[in-house]
């Protein structure tokens, strides 16, 4: 994780660019301060330490709350403070902490998804957190990742990427035993795997439209850059390729219908595909779900193949940021946000308990971390190339992202051909960001 | 049981000792506190809301600028007719599809067959099971990849290799209805026993003596009595239905393609996760105009059918 | 069909000191006896397949809920799924026992319901009274407005409710949420209650009023003990809208008040994978206690209902 990454330059001068729209757009739309305007800027100075909120999606989660708790209460514990517990579904968690942002109702630390860092920032109640970033190692690739506007939202905590997971057992079973470069060596293995038979399904890619936004990586791949400046390209040659592909393994039966993240990874454990696309957090869950006792050695991550042999391949950054919303507790939010996303213990413990990669220089060469062969080989073969989503540069993207899926679903379920699909799910894109 | 005649007795000034209050202000007194919270918890924020309708206004950007019927247009050219007859689907099939799986059970377990009460009470568990279980273990049964539906279906021979119900436009709508159906049947059960037990027993006999079919009987007693309770568990479904959210949101968030989106869940997404106030405000406002030209066709129509 | 037979068997209480004075006649146990001898065995036979049929409707999902919740973690997703878990296990309900969260949304849901159930109660039977015994202009069309008022979008109202909510510091407190839900149960109860006050004679209200009583005593001394079989089954249903709703108590409720069904997604669907037995399991042991207790109430959701909606 250490190579600065290609693409994530050119991400950067495209937010850049985005700002005098968003700064139009703002006048426009006559609204009183400009998006992160009235964003403070954290202190970094002492004072005493308070009590604050911390709000979480995995804070109930019966497999992932522990680890947190724990974190909390050892921060908690050594200020001589009490943290607040707030959490909401994962599905409904962005909506609901806008509203309580929005309405004042919370103020403190939160746990969030790269993606959402637009959004949120968009409230102009986020804290510009670059002062306390300074003289923490924190990776490149992290920073980059829990920026939006050039601002430094986030604190990384864990950054990783979205990226094809393998089972090689499996795949040698198929005769698969190098794993294709390009999409056409790639369909001819998935034709392969189907010959295996007893209901396998050879790539248990998203066609649900919760996580139908997959097939945007699949676009990028395909050659369509999404975004140029400020013009939606869905509707290109590219992306409607890419679909007209994504409709051909439907049709033969390569991928499956009623599809999403959850159900591939059960799908996955169950030895009943050998392919899916998962961050990191989704080993725990594949693992501890199977029958098969030694699904995690075999567990592999693959680069996503290329049009030609020799491209980059894509892989969409993921991951989790802390972000700190202004307000009540807020000073000591931040040191808690700077405390859990780079104290080494904080990290081992949080590593061991829930193998998520770190996103500081010093904790990821932990000994612990360095000896995680899966996951060196996830940021090696996924994470080295990820990109973020340009549309995460607005914060319409959730609506977006909506719009392309249906659109997709429209050409898998036959009611709609990929072109004019394509074409209109670009045109209501463009819609939304002007 | 005939009250009929309790209706006409009124009260009027003349029967009435000296009081502060007169019937009628008394009257709208007790009305006060229903319609107190009806004005605040639905009338209010329904104003409130439509009045967005003419701007353009995000959840997450403060602030709004006056667009006048923007929102309303794009609504319109959008897929408005789609979620207006998909909303109708919806709101028919799980009207009439629970109420005749409870009619059913009702005037079957209102027979004396042997464990009808016992079977009564199991009846009410799909109504108490927490709302979004209804819609996880609908979604747990439908799965294309795992559910039990297609293994049984498999198992009798009735289909051809597993079916993704709620992946598929052409079955997702009947597979959202028979979850919901699944829900609401048992209340419906439960209303039409407690009409069934009010049909006087001498009236059936009676029929029965001078040679009346058991069918002849359903018609021409049972369901004459049975109007006024049919009509308002049919009102009360239709109306509920119309603005249901909660088991078509996490059955298939809409899908696939928006076969399954209804008013209810398109003002949400519109809302919540695509912040757009002022579009989810149009979506209301078309919506309510809608509803205000029902609603006047059905007042007038009810009060021409019965003057009481 | 006859139609009346469980009637001797469960007489719904709040009939008797209706029926003293309403003038139905209840006829003598024997001849419905007689009534039923007739029972065809075309009928019977249709009641049974009936049963079969809608009852396996209602009760397989049920059985599949059950059976889930006792499969092992690593079986759940096996295909094709067996019909009886091969491994029956109690895992799911054990890890029940020590997730503390779960009680606190267990209360939450049962504090809310049952105030929401209470407060709805009283709000629709002074609604469903002055409905009933009053004539006034713009009355019918009231009752009808109150159904409609229930046909708006609910998610519309949220947006500006959490504000409204917020401005008066409602927000994360039961009362949003009871308030919230008593409005939206206001439709039936209101509608089944005056269906029941109008099976009250007008000439014992009558009879009160010139042996002086005040208009709010005769409501409370003696319409409502009257109407106590229609005021439980309103509250019965009241109950259920409180206990079923999802996004309102996701919304409104803030974390530390939120009710079951939120809670249940919050904690089973994960970000990575859904525990399957466990939500099963968990559905099942919140859902049993209310269903035993409406299973013992039964005989006033329907015997209550059987004065009241049915006049509607």
Known sequence: MTTPIPHTALTRRHLFQLLGLGAGTAALAACAPSAGGSAGTAATGGGAKTDFAFSSWSLTEETAAPAIQSLLGAYGDDNGVSIEEVSYPYNEYISQLTLQVQGGQFTGAAHVDVAWLGSLAALGKLQDLGPLAEGVDYTEAGLTAAQFDGVQYGLPWNIGAIGLVTNSAMLAKAGVDEFPVTIDDFTTALTKIKKLGDGVIPYAASTKAAQLKDILIWMETFGSPLLDGSTVTIGDDASVEAVTWYKELYDKGLIAPDVDRFDARSLFAQGRTPIYDDAIVGRDAVVTESPDKDLAGKLAAQSRPVLAAGDTPRALVWGGAIAVVDGEGAETAADFARWVTSDPDAAREYFEERGLPPATESALALPEVAADEFGAQFSERITATATSNPFWAYPQYAQIESAIAEQVQAVLVGSKDAKSAMAHAGETAQGLID | ?308 | ?312
């Open chain 2, 1 to 308: 049981m005939t009250v009929s005649e309790v209706h006409t007795t009124k009260h009027t000034e003349s029967q009435q000792a000296p009081r502060r209050l007169s019937d009628g202000q008394f009257a709208v007194l007790l009305l006060l506190p229903g319609v107190a919270l009806l004005a605040g918890v639905v009338l209010y924020p329904l104003v409130a809301a439509l009045v967005t309708a003419f701007f353009e206004q995000s959840l997450v950007i403060p602030g709004r600028t006056f667009v006048g019927l923007q929102n309303i247009v794009d609504v319109l050219q959008g897929d408005f007719l789609r979620l207006l007859g998909q909303t109708l689907v919806f709101t028919v099939g799980t009207t009439v599809l629970p109420f005749v799986v409870g009619f059913a059970l009702a005037l079957a377990l209102n027979t004396k067959i042997r464990g009808a009460k016992v079977l009564r009470g199991l009846m009410l568990i799909p109504w108490l099971v927490p709302g979004v279980v209804v819609s996880f273990l609908w979604m747990w049964i439908f799965n294309a990849n795992y559910g039990v539906m297609n293994a049984l279906l498999e198992t009798l021979g009735l289909v051809d290799g597993p079916q993704a119900w709620l992946a598929q436009p052409g079955t997702a709508m009947g597979a959202v209805i028979l979850a919901k159906t699944w829900q609401s049947f048992p209340w419906m059960m439960v209303m039409l026993l407690a009409g069934l037990q009010t049909v006087p027993g001498e009236l059936h006999e009676a029929a029965e003596m001078d040679g009346a079919g058991t069918v002849r009987r359903f018609l021409a007693i049972t369901l004459p009595h049975l109007k006024g309770i049919v009509g308002l568990v049919l009102l009360l479904e239709f109306i509920w239905n119309f603005q249901h959210f909660d088991i078509i949101y996490v059955l298939t968030g809409g899908g696939p393609a928006g076969a399954t989106q209804t008013f209810a869940t398109a003002v949400y997404e519109t809302a919540f996760h695509g912040f757009d106030l002022g579009r989810a405000g149009a979506l209301g406002l078309l919506w309510m105009v809608l509803l205000m030209g029902l609603v006047v066709v059905y007042v007038r129509f009810s009060e021409k059918g019965e003057e009481r």
């Open chain 3, 1 to 312: 069909m006859s139609a009346t037979t469980q009637l001797p068997a469960t007489p719904p209480s709040g009939r008797a000191p209706a029926a003293t004075t309403a003038p139905a006649p209840a006829p003598a146990p024997r001849r419905r006896r007689a009534a039923l001898r007739s029972e065809r065995p075309g009928v019977r036979l249709a009641a049974w397949v009936t049963v079969v049929v809608c009852g396996g409707f209602g009760l397989l999902p049920v059985y599949w809920l059950l059976a889930t919740a006792l499969t092992p973690r690593d079986q759940v997703f096996a295909y094709p799924p067996r019909l009886f878990p091969a491994a029956p296990t109690l895992d799911a309900f054990a890890a029940l026992a020590s997730n503390e969260q779960l009680f606190v949304y267990l209360r939450n849901s049962v504090v809310v319901s049952v105030i929401t159930a209470v407060l709805s109660v009283l709000v629709s039977a002074y609604m469903g009274y002055s409905f009933s015994k009053f004539r006034y202009r713009g009355r019918r069309s009231l009752m009808y407005l109150v159904l409609a008022s229930q046909m708006f979008p609910q998610a519309l109202l949220l947006v500006t409710l959490y504000s409204v909510f917020s401005a008066y510091g409602l927000l994360n407190t039961y009362t949003a949420l009871v308030l919230s839900f008593t409005t939206f149960t206001l439709p039936l109860c209101v509608w089944m209650l005056k269906g029941f006050f109008d099976t009250i004679p007008d000439e014992l209200v009558e009879a009160a009023r010139v042996d002086g009583a005040s208009r709010l005593r005769i409501i409370h001394s003696i319409v409502l003990p009257l109407a106590a079989p229609g005021l439980i089954a309103a509250g019965l249903f009241a109950f259920v809208r409180g206990w079923n709703d999802f996004i309102f108590a996701l919304t409104l409720a803030g974390p530390d008040k939120q009710t079951l069904p939120p809670g249940l997604v919050n904690t089973f669907i994960g970000e990575a994978s859904t525990a399957w037995p466990e939500l099963m399991a968990a559905s099942l042991v919140v859902s049993l206690p209310v269903a035993i207790a409406f299973i013992a109430l039964q005989k006033y959701l329907v015997g209550g209902l059987t004065a009241g909606a049915v006049k509607g």
